[in-house]
C-alpha cells in the first residue's frame, strides 16, 4: 500500500541549514509535496514538486528528489525562529481528485 | 470570511454523546475532505467529496458518518466514539480538475477529546 515515511523531530541553531527528509513507495506519483503546519493552524503548501524534475528551488527552499531510491527532501537554507512548525512529505495519487498521502510530519524546532 | 473555517475548534465528549463538526468553504472549490490528525501518525485520509458526492470512505468506522449538503460545506457526525478517536480533525478544499492537483486549503482543525 502507499506509504509516507518521514522521521518525527529536528532541532537546529538558528542560521544553520535544516534538512528533512522523507521517503514514498508510489513510484508513479506525479507530485510531491512539502506542507508546512503551524502551531494551532492547519496544514499549508509549501513547495512541490513534478515528478520529472531532481531539484525545485525557491527562495530559501530547495526540494531534492531522488525516483531511483524514492526519497525525497526539504532544504531550509538560513533557518530562522519562524520556520519552527510541523513540515509533511505528501505524494498525489491518481483518482480524478486530489488524494494526498501524507506522513506523519517531522516537528522542526529552531533554537537560537 | 475566507478560506476555510471549521467549527467547534475545541470539543470534548462522552463516549454515549452526539456531535457534529462543522467545515465550510469560501473558496469555490469543488472537492472536500475529511483528515484524522494524531500525534506521530500519518494524516489519515477518512472521507473525499467530489462535487457532493463521496468518492472515497478510507475503512472508516461507522461511528462517523460525513455529510455534504452542498460544495461549501461538509460535516462530521459523530457518535458512540471511543477514548482512541481523541484526535486533531482537519477538514481540506480544493478545486478538482482545474487547480494545481495536490493544492489543499485546510483549516484549522477541530481538536476533539473522547473522554
Known amino acids: 500500500g502507499e506509504d509516507v515515511e518521514q522521521s518525527l523531530f529536528l532541532s537546529v541553531r538558528e542560521g544553520d541549514s535544516s534538512v528533512i527528509n522523507c521517503t514514498y513507495t508510489?513510484?508513479?506519483?506525479?507530485?510531491l509535496y512539502w506542507y508546512k503546519q503551524e502551531p494551532g493552524a492547519g496544514l499549508q503548501l509549501l513547495t512541490y514538486?513534478?515528478?520529472?524534475?531532481d531539484m525545485k528551488q525557491d527562495q530559501r527552499l530547495t526540494v531534492l528528489l531522488n525516483k531511483k531510491d524514492k526519497h525525497l527532501s526539504l532544504r531550509i537554507a538560513d533557518t530562522q525562529t519562524g520556520d519552527s512548525a510541523i513540515y509533511f512529505c505528501?505524494?498525489?495519487?491518481?483518482?480524478?481528485?486530489?488524494?494526498?498521502?501524507f506522513g506523519a510530519g517531522t516537528r522542526l524546532a529552531v533554537h537560537p | 470570511e475566507t478560506g476555510v473555517t471549521q467549527t467547534p475548534r475545541h470539543l470534548v465528549m462522552g463516549m454515549t454523546n452526539k456531535k457534529s463538526l462543522k467545515c465550510e468553504q469560501h473558496?469555490?472549490?469543488?472537492?472536500m475532505y475529511w483528515y484524522k490528525q494524531s500525534a506521530k501518525k500519518p494524516l489519515e485520509l477518512m472521507f473525499v467529496?467530489?462535487?457532493?458526492?463521496?468518492?472515497e470512505n478510507n475503512s472508516v468506522p461507522s461511528r462517523f458518518s460525513p455529510e455534504c449538503p452542498n460544495s461549501s460545506h461538509l460535516f462530521l457526525h459523530l457518535h458512540t466514539l471511543q477514548p482512541e478517536d481523541s484526535a486533531l480533525y482537519l477538514c481540506?478544499?480544493?478545486?478538482?480538475?482545474?487547480?494545481?492537483?495536490?493544492?489543499?486549503?485546510f483549516g484549522e482543525g477541530s481538536r476533539l477529546t473522547v473522554l
Open positions: 467529496y467530489s462535487l457532493e458526492e463521496r468518492v
Open positions: 481540506a478544499s480544493s478545486q478538482d480538475r482545474g487547480g494545481l492537483v495536490g493544492e489543499l486549503f
Open positions: 508510489d513510484s508513479s506519483s506525479t507530485y
Open positions: 473558496l469555490g472549490h469543488n472537492a
Open positions: 514538486i513534478f515528478s520529472n524534475m
Open positions: 505528501a505524494e498525489s495519487l491518481s483518482g480524478g481528485y486530489n488524494k494526498l498521502i
